[in-house]
């Protein structure tokens, strides 16, 4: 179901962070660099590895566009990079020079959040890059920050445990101590959840720590209170601390990354570990999923990223079969479209396949002619096999739209099969009439 297809051995030193845009894979580490991955083929780009600080670099993050990426360090300095060109954009340094250890663009990407091993966190204007509003929480270092999907307040953590929620103000909204020997990450669920007891909207977040725990949270937005955060439950995959959590752009999934050396998925609907994979030698530091493929990235003190894909059928679409039957006709968005590119082995088509707008519907009209005439795919071969993939889908709409068992048809003509014998070689064989 999930598959290491590339591991990134580049560093020299514990990998802190790795984080997705659309297209490339950023990765940071003690060695004092970043460095850039094209996601169609994971080679470094030509201005990689990223070099301005003159410190351990804890934390990277793109802005939503993915032109921007933003890289924070012991130096004191959150630094903004141009993607396409690796030139320094701006150079932000903490008020108090404490080292930086978190940095997080809003989903607008007009502010970005730096926290440091101080206790203060600022916000910045992201174009200007000036300081915008600056605070502090009480006790411990920040660590961790995860802004909420509108953008109205974000969540910082800390060493010593507390969860902290802020708008977009700077004023403190609210605090309570989630782990007891601190926290090392935060995360929330960009997916809306709807509760149909009451008709509201509310967001999961996720909340790790140094007590071996995945806390979820429930974060709904009122018009009395303006929010309300809720305990949920606690998630026990890990012997060891927690040092990484993310949830999944569709919102199905969880990842985790811990001192135990292991890296955990689970389906968010039902709490379950759908895999657990151990391919890491030393602790796991930090785990990031694509938003719009099938893959996901950890980093560890093995001074390695993972780079991990599912298979398009995996659990984590959390979907029954009437669901499924639905996601492969005209349901499907652009985004889906991509991630089923990708799990095909199809990747370098996704840039092709969005430019042209092709969404499930699309997908499913395409013809030897439109591929070559309209998508412009010169290769004979690669035409041929998208054709073979989206022949077998629609086989699959059929197969689920029907709610015959896969196993009931022939192979070869999709019929279903009739009067099957046993033979004495505990073989079954099928007579078609």
């Known amino acids: 179901m999930v598959k290491l297809i590339h591991t990134l051995a580049d560093h020299g030193d514990d990998v802190n962070c790795c984080a997705f845009s659309s297209s490339l894979l950023a990765t940071c580490s003690l060695d004092k660099t970043i460095r850039l991955y094209s996601l169609s083929d994971f080679t470094e780009l030509p201005h990689s590895p990223l070099k301005f600080h003159t410190y351990a670099v804890h934390c990277c993050c793109f802005s939503p566009s993915g032109h921007v990426l933003a890289s924070c360090s012991t130096d004191g300095t959150t630094v903004l990079w141009n993607t396409h060109n690796g030139e320094t954009l701006a150079v932000m340094e903490q008020p108090t020079g404490s080292p930086v250890r978190v940095c997080r663009f809003s989903p607008d990407s007009t502010c970005l959040v730096s926290g440091a091993a101080d206790g203060t966190v600022v916000l910045w204007n992201a174009q200007t890059y000036k300081l915008y509003r600056c605070g502090s929480v009480k006790d411990g270092s920040l660590v961790a920050c995860a802004f909420s999907p509108n953008g109205n307040l974000f969540v910082t953590g800390s060493s010593c445990g507390d969860l902290t929620?802020?708008?977009?103000?700077m004023r403190c909204l609210h605090s309570e101590k989630a782990h007891d020997l601190g926290i090392t990450?935060?995360?929330?669920?960009?997916?809306?959840?709807?509760?149909?007891?009451?008709?509201?909207?509310?967001?999961?977040?996720?909340?790790?720590?140094?007590?071996?725990?995945?806390?979820?949270?429930?974060v709904s937005f009122t018009h009395i209170l303006g929010f309300e955060l809720k305990y949920k439950s606690t998630l026990n995959g890990h012997c060891a601390p927690?040092?990484?959590?993310?949830?999944?752009?569709?919102?199905?999934?969880?990842?985790?990354?811990?001192?135990?050396?292991?890296?955990i998925v689970y389906d968010t609907n039902t709490e379950n570990i759908l895999h657990t994979l151990t391919q890491h030698t030393r602790y796991v530091t930090s785990c990031a999923f694509a938003p719009n493929t099938l893959l996901f990235a950890t980093g560890s003190m093995d001074k390695t990223v993972n780079?991990?894909?599912?298979?398009l059928e995996t659990p984590c679409q959390a979907r029954s079969t009437e669901d499924q039957a639905k996601q492969f006709t005209e349901d499907w968005s652009e985004d889906d479209v991509s991630m089923w590119l990708c799990a095909q082995g199809l990747s370098d088509l996704v840039g092709i396949f969005k430019m042209n707008n092709i969404d499930g519907r699309e997908l499913l009209n395409l013809t030897k002619e439109s591929l070559a005439d309209d998508l412009k795919i010169e290769s004979l071969g690669l035409r041929s096999k998208v054709l073979r993939k989206i022949e077998e889908l629609r086989t699959k709409v059929k197969t689920l739209s029907s709610g015959i068992p896969d196993e009931f048809l022939c192979p070869i003509t999709r019929e279903i099969m009739k009067d099957p014998v046993i033979a004495s070689e505990q073989c079954t064989s099928w007579i078609f009439t």
């Open 165 to 169: 929620v802020w708008d977009d103000k």
């Open 242 to 263: 927690v040092l990484a959590c993310a949830f999944s752009h569709n919102g199905q999934m969880l990842v985790s990354g811990s001192v135990d050396k292991s890296v």
């Open 185 to 218: 990450c935060c995360d929330f669920s960009s997916q809306p959840v709807a509760d149909g007891e009451q008709g509201l909207q509310f967001f999961r977040l996720a909340s790790c720590g140094q007590d071996c725990q995945i806390k979820i949270w429930v």
């Open 307 to 311: 780079i991990w894909q599912f298979d």
